[in-house]
């Protein structure tokens, strides 16, 4: 059974920094594409971070340049490093994996997600 864990979320004050961690239980990881959604009170879940080949990555506009997704395949873990953090970047944030190749719009496996609070 596929399991996505996410952690590394919390509270965190305007202009600072999280990084969010998901293991993932999925084989051979190597072969998924690892991505982070959020989704904000009121709102729809998005992209906000993702692989599209085993090098080259897309990110959603407002996180351009704050945020930063990485993997380590060897310890089947994605990550999210955020920095600059705003109010607005509030949300719950997933992570989510789909084989390479496939169109992000169809997530073959989800986390449950964690809470990121960006306030003073």
């Known amino acids: 059974q596929v399991h996505l864990v996410e952690s590394g979320g919390g509270l965190v004050q305007p202009g600072g920094s999280l990084r969010l961690s998901c293991a993932a239980s999925?084989?051979?990881?190597?072969?998924?594409?690892m991505g982070w959604f959020r989704q904000g009170s009121g709102k729809q879940r998005h992209l906000v971070a993702a692989?599209?080949?085993?090098?080259?990555?897309v990110y959603e506009t407002t996180a351009k340049g704050r945020f930063t997704i990485s993997r380590d395949d060897a310890k089947s873990t994605a990550y999210l490093q955020m920095s600059s953090l705003k109010p607005e970047d509030t949300a719950v944030y997933y992570c989510a994996a789909l084989l390479f190749g496939k169109n992000w719009a169809n997530v073959d496996y989800w986390g449950l997600g964690t809470q990121v609070t960006v306030s003073s």
């Open positions: 692989f599209v080949s085993q090098t080259d990555t």
């Open positions: 999925i084989h051979p990881f190597k072969d998924y594409a």
